[in-house]
Structure formats: structure tokens, C-alpha cells
């Protein structure tokens, strides 16, 4: 049973920082690669930033620089730092993951379990 569980969302200021985690249970986490993804209220979901069984990473160009992805496979875990937070990267945060590397990593559909979601708002 594949199990991803989000935390560390919450309510900062503009400029503020927070840092979410991804604990993963139910998969190989050395052999898995992981995304965090984010969806506004009315707008579809989209990629932020992904990371690959090897380690390397892609980000979404509205977060570059500010936002940064990494893996923990010793406690299954991905996390995702945001720095400098934006009014608009308010949105509901989402953890995936997915065995191996696909052939394009920086999409919504090529993971296929999620996580339940957490909360950011930038005020």
C-alpha cells in the first residue's frame, strides 16, 4: 500500500519561507522519483519541481531560485524549501511519486501516487 503524507504547510508573509516534507512508505524509495506539485483555487494542477532516481532535478521557472527540491532516501522523504514566497504561490501543495525515471519527469501525469495535499497561503 503506497502511502505519501505532506507536511509543513501554513500561512506566512510575503517574503517569508517555508518548508514542506513528503514522508513515503509502500515504495522503494532509492529507486522512486518524486515531485511536488501545486494547484490554486480554479486552476489546474502543475508541476513545481521534480527530482530523478539519480538526484537530478528539475523546477519550474516561477520558482527558480527561490524554491529547491531534495531527497532523503534513508527516511523516504522529499522536501521541498520555499524561499522568498510569493502572494502567488498561494495554493494547495502536493507530493507525488512513481517508480524509476519516465521518459519526461516534469509532468502531472506521469506520477501516480499522491498525497493528500497541504495548505500554503502568502498573504
Known amino acids: 500500500h503506497v502511502q505519501l503524507v505532506e507536511s509543513g504547510g501554513g500561512s506566512v508573509q510575503a517574503g517569508g519561507s517555508l518548508r514542506l516534507s513528503c514522508e513515503v512508505s509502500?515504495?522503494?524509495?532509492?529507486?522512486?522519483?518524486m515531485g511536488w506539485f501545486r494547484q490554486p483555487p480554479g486552476k489546474e494542477r502543475e508541476v513545481v519541481a521534480a527530482i530523478d532516481v539519480s538526484g537530478a532535478t528539475s523546477t519550474a521557472h516561477s520558482v527558480k531560485g527561490r524554491f529547491t527540491i531534495s531527497r532523503d532516501n534513508s527516511e523516504s522523504r522529499v522536501t521541498l524549501q520555499m524561499i522568498s514566497l510569493k502572494p502567488e504561490d498561494s495554493a494547495t501543495y502536493y507530493c507525488?511519486?512513481?517508480?524509476?525515471?519516465?521518459?519526461?519527469?516534469?509532468?502531472?501525469?506521469?506520477?501516480?501516487?499522491w498525497g493528500p495535499g497541504t495548505q500554503v497561503t502568502v498573504s
Open positions: 507525488a511519486a512513481r517508480p524509476g525515471n519516465p521518459r519526461c519527469l516534469f509532468r502531472v501525469d506521469v506520477f501516480g501516487s
Open positions: 509502500g515504495l522503494t524509495s532509492s529507486d522512486i522519483s
